[in-house]
């Protein structure tokens, strides 16, 4: 038997051949937790609720191949579930459960109403941007901590030699050291 694993904003689920749902996994804690844990995937980690479910769906249920539309998330879950790991891209049971996942979610009573399924979704999808703009960001910022650091040691290091050239030089021609200033101008 195989079943085909489908990641969402709301959960994850497994599905038989037919495409009907024979496990799920739905995200709790709200449309910031989700987008947490969707980042995680969509990173290529597999989050330990996604792992403990595909784990206790292996015991109930027998299946010998596990495929997923997802590589990230199927590569992160290699080694670590007792089955077979397949990537299928498309993956038609895929796309089509995709596609009627607000009817689904109102079937099975996650959201009261459509509009509320598109609100999450949206909301997710607002955490998600945020925060793969915060992770540039702080990408942006290491770059810049980093080049006023290197600038810092820069001027460090030639405030160190000009002093060690000024005390060598005033041992010879000690005058010069109250006529210049300057270290580039003492230095020439």
């Given at each position: 038997m195989q079943l085909y694993i489908v990641d969402s904003p709301i959960g994850i689920f497994a599905l038989n051949d037919a495409g009907e749902i024979v496990g799920k996994s739905l995200f709790k804690g709200g449309s910031a937790e989700a987008a947490k844990l969707v980042a995680k995937i969509n990173k290529g980690e597999a989050p330990e609720e996604?792992?403990?479910?595909?784990?206790?769906?292996?015991?109930?249920?027998?299946?010998?191949?596990?495929?997923?539309?997802?590589?990230?998330?199927?590569?992160?879950?290699?080694?670590?579930?007792?089955?077979?790991?397949?990537?299928?891209?498309?993956?038609?049971?895929?796309?089509?459960?995709?596609?009627?996942?607000?009817?689904?979610?109102?079937?099975?009573?996650?959201?009261?109403?459509?509009?509320?399924?598109?609100?999450?979704?949206?909301?997710?999808?607002?955490?998600?941007?945020?925060?793969?703009?915060?992770?540039?960001?702080?990408?942006?910022?290491?770059?810049?901590?980093?080049?006023a650091r290197a600038l810092d040691d820069l001027d460090k290091t030639l405030n160190l030699f000009s002093g060690r050239i000024r005390e060598w030089y005033g041992l010879i021609f000690p005058e010069l050291n109250g006529l210049i200033e300057s270290h580039e101008a003492y230095l020439k």
């Open positions: 996604v792992t403990n479910f595909l784990r206790g769906l292996a015991k109930r249920r027998k299946f010998k191949k596990l495929i997923f539309d997802n590589p990230k998330l199927a590569g992160a879950l290699e080694g670590r579930i007792a089955a077979e790991i397949h990537v299928q891209r498309p993956c038609p049971a895929a796309s089509k459960f995709r596609r009627k996942l607000a009817s689904t979610a109102l079937k099975l009573k996650v959201f009261k109403s459509e509009v509320e399924f598109e609100d999450f979704v949206r909301d997710v999808s607002l955490q998600l941007a945020s925060l793969s703009v915060r992770e540039a960001a702080a990408k942006r910022d290491a770059f810049a901590i980093q080049a």
